[in-house]
């Protein structure tokens, strides 16, 4: 069952030791619902690239856990690398995966840079398309003079001041920028070669702000581990700027330097489709098509087998989500599919048993996601999570709230179908309504049962009266 899902991709200021990162994935980790699908570690860089996903309920609450780890763990004040930074928890991207739009993802960061503020004291600046300013939509800008440089200047130029928080970088976790992206992917390419110059040469060569290409970021630096100097760069969209065509330049460029390239890197995750534009071209197959790709062709056909089963998987798993309410949902959801395929058999109107269906579809998620607020609220220190609770638990309980009211209309309509549509499809319909009744009285019972969690107050009235009009709960 797939639902709303955020990437984040959170880089911090240490690659040399691996246990203080790890403690950093796993406070990520253990928020509910967040999954951490990649990390990297780099000693030259002196840094670190977690990726994580989670559902947009719950992502901020994952981040901020490991941005806590991170500036109790790293200190800048004691850091070299080669990569420029300005904090502990240097980038926070938030980046639409699946059912967010890049909109959403801006009040996310919105969200995390204030609350790095609030709980951690680390100000923030905002970037790409959450910046407040158009010059801090490029993050080199935010991050110009670096740790050192931004510390001092801070406290003297309002220009450098943050998005949020006072005017003085924490003492040893500096700043973070967080910011809403699409999907990028980091990508560096070693020369033959230990002169950093030549790196520095071909980065401005293909980066955008020295024009090059459009959707290209650049530098050069130098590996001292492996004595060699590197093009590092983020490629920001890499349907517009192939990786293979920037491979090429790159390897064009060091030829007229008369340097080799020796190899390249990804940097976490890298979409499939990346690839399969890369082989395509150099493989110079005339029919090629992503169908042709062994793991695409069973990704297809496991979808198509996916769905139901998937959800019964899901539901029958250890873990809080999906529950009660999900499944109450999708027997609502099932009562209207029953319903919209008689009204069309009969040659009847089956729109509203299409929109019944289509709004029972959307709670199964709907209903898991609240829970995981609710769970993600009680994660919270004791002696402030009681709003953050209260307001999830209102979430909870509306969409249970939703489901119940809507089946009921259902069960309604339902009961207008058994009398008009033939008689050939009594046991179609019969089945559908007993599934609509099972939808609201599993709904109800998740209405009920946090009810008596919900503090007194209108909210609780307003609940209570719209339950009222279904009456007495059966024994």
Known sequence: MTGKLVECVPNFSEGRDRAKVEAVAAAIAGMPGALVLDLELDADHNRSVITFVAPPETVVEAALAGAAKAVELIDLTRHTGVHPRIGAVDVMPFIPLEGVTLAECV???ERAAMEMWRKLKVPTYLYEAAAKRPERANLENIRRGQFEGLREEVRTN????PDYGEAELHPTAGATVVGARKFLIAYNI???TADIEIAKRIA???RHSSGGFRYVKAMGV???????AQVSMNLTDFEQTPVHRVFECVRAEAGRHGVAVVG????GL?????LEMTAEFYLRCENFQPSMVLENRVAEEMARRSGMAEFLDALAAPAATPGGGSAAAAAGAMAAALGAMVGRLSKLDAASYEDDRAFLTEAIQRDADAYSAVVAAYKRPKEERAPFVETAMRGATLVPLEVLERSQALAGRLAGLAAGAPPKFASDVTTARALAEAAQKGARANVEINLAYLGEGEFKAQVERRL??????EA
């Open 468 to 473: 009222s009009g279904f009456g007495t709960r």
């Open 158 to 161: 309002p220009e450098r001041a």
């Open 222 to 228: 130098r590996l001292a581990s492996r004595n060699l």
């Open 107 to 109: 009040k996310l960061a």
């Open 264 to 267: 390249s890197e990804i940097v």
């Open 270 to 274: 890298i979409p499939k489709k990346a």
């Open 190 to 192: 070693n020369l033959g």
């Open 204 to 206: 401005k060569s293909i």
